[in-house]
């Protein structure tokens, strides 16, 4: 019987502005909590409940982890949340007469009332204790990923900078879930070769790669892309298949793009008055979404219709039955010539509930028809495919990401480039003081150096490069690059002097105070 591997990588950068009463890009993290990462952990919980048997792996990104364990913002997304309450009653109250949109504005209403009751009393602003539960019933695997996501081909100019991303990240997953990662979520599956001695180092089992990485690798993997493939210095290499992946994805083809599904953009925030949105708050602040959509995709760039929950569940249903189906078939045939086969089908977990508002219905539905409704496959992890099928070719993967091209363009090309040389002389600067003071015993050094650590990891972070290559958020992008590279070389020349401003490493401390453990001898 096959297997299919459903991987969620959830992931956000490290977004965290205690010197602004409100920041707008904040709201990244309200609204995958919102849309996403509650209505994710809902489903699980259903499932076990309903004593459905099924297997999902996961990646929480230490910066991700950072966010939710953070007392600030965790009081800063109960504010959003009552602002999102307040917002829908003031609609409630605004539409009478308009039957359908109270319908929408009711509906949201409920919803948002859900979360906060959820949030506040059921999980009391834990969710990082939410996944812990999960994973001890067996159903969740989660698995490590890189530091601040980090990508790691174009660090490894310094083995030591790569290394440091891969041992602080699995150090920040034994914190924040207390128990080993075995798995691996390589940030923007971007492969090279030498990570996975860097893998073996960090007792990591596995990982995953796009597609070509395996497929052009030396030698050639005789299953395909249906078994994994152990690497020369240990961990295996699982690749992800693109047919199921762009079933669910793809904007030309995949189920997201159903006309009766609810469209992202069309959101309050931008469409009603200003002063009917401050509530209270400063009526000159920037327009941002509410979460408060009330139209469909409706098909092409005319006028959108009202949203209708009933047909965008049907549409779920019918796609989750279709996704089954489309599997099942996969199964049959690769079984024909792959006895026990694996599919990896790996998403990023934001478009299921943010990007994909029925996403997680859909999810809930396919598991359950997984469990109940056919034999040709079941749900597995990749760490439990690997218990029953220990024996497995060896091979050298190549050099892949599933960026656009599959390689690194999207994170290095001429808009972003002049970030690396930075990045590199910051890691070598750290690599240099990391080795001096090896044996230093001082609190004070201590503590220099774990800032230090801090601002050289958020400055690397992939996702810098990759809203300046988008535009989606490049001014924003470009002050954390740079600020984050002025923290580090400021607080190091005061170090090497001996003359450390105790107001500005405090300043630091509080700014970008995530991984209170880090160990900078990483970076020896």
Wanted: aromatic residues 12%; contains cysteine.
């Amino acid at each position: 019987m096959g297997s299919l591997a459903l991987i969620l990588h959830a992931h956000l950068p490290f977004v965290r502005h205690p010197e602004h009463d409100d920041f707008l890009e904040e709201d990244w993290l309200f609204e995958a909590i919102t849309e996403s990462y509650i209505p994710l952990l809902h489903m699980m919980q259903r499932l076990v409940h309903d004593g459905v048997p099924f297997r999902l792996t996961m990646s929480v990104t230490p910066t991700l982890c950072a966010m939710l364990g953070d007392d600030l913002l965790r009081r800063r997304y109960q504010r959003h949340l009552e602002r999102a309450i307040a917002l829908a009653r003031r609609e409630l109250e605004r539409q009478r007469g308009n039957e359908q949109w109270q319908q929408l504005a009711r509906f949201y209403l409920d919803r948002f009332t859900e979360c906060r009751r959820c949030y506040v009393e059921e999980w009391n602003c834990d969710l990082l204790g939410v996944f812990r539960e999960l994973q001890q019933t067996g159903s969740l695997e989660l698995i490590g990923s890189a530091a601040t996501h980090g990508l790691l081909p174009l660090l490894q100019t310094s083995p030591e900078a790569a290394r440091a991303q891969i041992r602080i990240g699995c150090d920040a997953f034994r914190d924040a879930f207390g128990s080993e990662p075995h798995g691996f979520w390589l940030p923007e599956c971007a492969y090279a070769p030498g990570l996975e001695e860097l893998l073996q180092e960090a007792n990591l089992r596995w990982f995953v790669l796009d597609t070509h990485g395996l497929m052009f690798g030396d030698p050639p993997p005789r299953r395909a892309i249906y078994a994994p493939c152990y690497t020369a210095a240990g961990p295996a290499a699982f690749a992800r298949d693109g047919d199921s992946s762009r079933q669910v994805w793809s904007a030309e083809e995949g189920y997201p793009g159903d006309p009766f599904y609810r469209e992202f953009y069309r959101d309050l925030g931008f469409e009603l008055p200003s002063e009917d949105l401050s509530l209270g708050a400063n009526p000159a602040a920037p327009r941002r979404f509410t979460g408060l959509k009330f139209h469909r995709v409706t098909g092409g760039n005319g006028e959108k219709e009202l949203y209708q929950r009933q047909l965008a569940e049907e549409s779920a249903d019918r796609h989750a039955t279709d996704f089954l189906e489309r599997r099942r078939a996969q199964f049959r045939e690769v079984a024909a010539t792959v006895p026990d086969p694996i599919v990896v089908t790996p998403f990023d977990a934001e478009l299921f509930g943010h990007w994909w508002f029925e996403g997680p219905r859909f999810l809930d539905l396919f598991i359950r028809k997984v469990a109940f409704d056919q034999n040709d496959f079941v749900l597995a992890t990749p760490s439990e495919f690997l218990q029953k099928h220990p024996e497995q070719q060896v091979i050298a993967p190549t050099a892949s990401s599933w960026g656009d091209k599959g390689y690194f363009e999207v994170w290095l090309d001429q808009s972003n480039a002049w970030i690396y040389p930075h990045l590199h002389e910051a890691a070598r600067r750290m690599v240099r003081l990391a080795r001096t003071h090896r044996n230093d015993t001082s609190l004070q050094v201590d503590r220099v150096l774990k800032q230090l650590a801090r601002e050289l990891l958020l400055a690397q972070s992939s996702d810098w490069a990759f809203l300046i290559r988008t535009g989606t958020a490049r001014d924003y992008a470009t002050k954390r690059t740079h600020g984050h590279l002025l923290r580090f070389n400021r607080l190091r020349d005061q170090f090497v002097a001996g003359t450390v401003d105790e107001n500005f490493l405090s300043e630091c401390e509080s700014r970008d105070n995530l991984f209170p453990n880090v160990n900078w001898r990483y970076y020896v």
